[in-house]
């Protein structure tokens, strides 16, 4: 973006754990979550297993977004239902200089 203004707010979260665990708690409320995401303006949304846990990246519009999710009753319920604990749980927060979204053609068979 050229006004000044960032063109997003990223979030990154790393939660530590039995990887296989925490990925079978991440499936049965992922619906729960996406729909945390969708009402605070979540632009993307990825979930990668790590030797050590899970890390999800987070691309929100605005940081307003992010900290509005994150005291959303769904999310904190679900945070308690995992019993995720703050020595699990890593947070990085960046404003991003630069976003670039690229076109994609669709995937051709054959």
Known sequence: ???GQSPGYLTLARIGGDPA?????YRRTSERMDGVGRDHGLILHAMAQTGDGLLVINLWPSRAGSESAARDPRRLATVREHELGPEQLQHEH???ANLVLF???PARVG
Do not use: K, N, S, T
Not at 21 to 25: R, V, Y
């Open 21 to 25: 665990e925490l990925l079978a708690g």
């Open 1 to 3: 973006m050229h006004d």
């Open 103 to 105: 076109d994609r053609e």
């Open 94 to 96: 960046h404003e991003l």
